[in-house]
């Protein structure tokens, strides 16, 4: 088997190598990679390579404060004048009884959506309105069901010229081994 000279690794290659190893048929490899991440960490602060956390939370985009803010006033004071307005022009005689309770519906649904939006500008936890997920987390639904995700793991296979397994997916460094692809 090839030896492999972590020590040219830089620090975002070795921290790859940690979590794609497998620890109990290469414990040297694992151990001296250890090793070198610890004395890399003393000389200088360790940056984060990914944007999830150790439990696999990923980061969100939110929307800022100020136009959530001024979005939720524009609903709740929009949306009840518009209401108000739909109500008296459709209380007339001419005009069917129940006409006047989209007015009603108009005024109670951005009342509610104006809520969320201001709670957004106000609160300490906020609600996000994407996600940014890696595939390898959280796989598209709708790429599973038109059957796309299936093409791209086949397509994308390679092997590993120290070991020869199978690497799916874009690892830098072979899950098995650690030697770099």
């Not at 390679?158 to 830098?172: A, D, Q, T």
Request: hydrophobic share 35%; with cysteine; net charge negative.
């Amino acid at each position: 088997m090839t030896e492999i000279d972590y020590t040219k690794y830089t620090l975002e290659e070795l921290l790859d190598c940690q979590r794609e190893i497998d620890r109990e048929v290469h414990p040297e490899r694992a151990n001296e990679i250890d090793l070198l991440i610890r004395d890399r960490a003393k000389n200088k602060a360790v940056q984060r390579v990914s944007m999830a956390d150790e439990q696999g939370n990923i980061a969100s985009i939110k929307t800022g404060r100020m136009p959530s803010l001024g979005q939720g006033l524009s609903e709740v004071i929009g949306g009840t004048i518009f209401g108000l307005i739909w109500i008296s022009a459709t209380s007339k005689e001419d005009s069917p009884e129940y006409w006047s309770l989209i007015g009603y519906f108009i005024i109670v649904s951005s009342i509610i959506g104006g809520a969320y939006h201001i709670y957004n500008a106000l609160a300490k936890n906020r609600f996000s309105t994407l996600d940014i997920v890696a595939p390898d987390k959280e796989p598209d639904p709708f790429n599973q069901l038109m059957g796309f995700e299936h093409q791209t793991k086949v397509g994308s296979a390679r092997f590993c010229v120290s070991c020869g397994s199978s690497i799916k997916g874009e690892y830098k460094f072979c899950p098995k081994c650690g030697m770099e692809v």
